[in-house]
């Protein structure tokens, strides 16, 4: 049964471009840039990722965007009561276990965070079965991502994306995975000097800049001008 908003329906694909838009604009005007580090596979997969941010959501749409994959991510049913539309841009109701496993078999990626909730930066939660449930049952295997969101050397967040290796699906292995990205990616950002780019990482979407940054630019045109 298709859901209001719902990718497929008409109004959905009506209102996709919109709300797509409006994801990519929230992202551009609130952090200053978006870093990736691996490569998506080819679906299907369930990715699981640490749910730590306010913009995790949002980050999972662009991955999936910047990689050219068909995906949707389970989003809590208060959340899209509240926001329905989001459905146009691929998320889905989490308890509509069915249509995720309809997803993935058709050969897409379903989304996941296995804390079931966004929890303080920090260690990773206690994880829900859920990630490992749908991957046994669909017979794919998970994709688990490390995301961080950090104010560091500039006047707007920077936010780190570290795609692991495929693995099976199995909640054991799938913890383990995860804790070791997030510790990987501590260590990196606390052994990066704050205006660098921790090491292996490309940047996939650039957003605002520092006022540093801006009064720089201004200053090499008005030098450049007053030299003519």
């Known amino acids: 049964m298709a859901y ?6 008409l109004l959905g694909r009506a209102i996709r471009p919109y709300v797509e838009r409006a994801l990519y604009r ?34 999972v749409w662009l991955l999936f965007k910047v990689g050219g994959v068909r995906g949707s991510l389970l989003v809590s049913e208060e959340n899209l009561r509240a926001f329905p539309v989001l459905r146009s841009a691929g998320a889905l109701d989490a308890h509509r276990l069915r249509e995720a496993l309809r997803r993935l078999k058709s050969g897409e990626a379903v989304a996941v965070f296995p804390e079931g909730e966004m929890r303080p930066a920090g260690p990773l939660g206690p994880l829900k079965p859920g990630a490992a449930w749908l991957a046994k049952k ?32 199995s909640e054991e ?11 990987a990616l501590d260590e990196l950002y606390f052994s990066t ?8 990482f490309r940047p996939i979407l650039f957003g605002r800049r520092s006022l540093d940054e801006r009064l720089k630019t201004l200053t090499e045109k008005l030098a450049k001008l007053l030299r003519l």
């Open 173 to 183: 292995e799938l913890e383990r995975s995860l804790k070791g990205l997030l510790s």
């Open 26 to 59: 929230s992202l551009k005007r609130s952090l200053r840039a978006v870093y990736l580090k691996g490569q998506l596979p080819k679906p299907p997969f369930v990715l699981a990722m640490n749910h730590h941010s306010f913009f995790d959501g949002h980050l």
């Open 138 to 169: 669909a017979r794919v295997p998970i994709l688990p991502v490390a995301s961080r969101v950090w104010l560091r050397g500039f006047e707007h967040p920077e936010a780190f994306l570290l795609l692991g290796e495929l693995i099976p699906p």
């Open 4 to 9: 209001p908003f719902d990718r497929e329906t």
């Open 193 to 200: 000097h704050p205006r660098e780019v921790l090491p292996g």
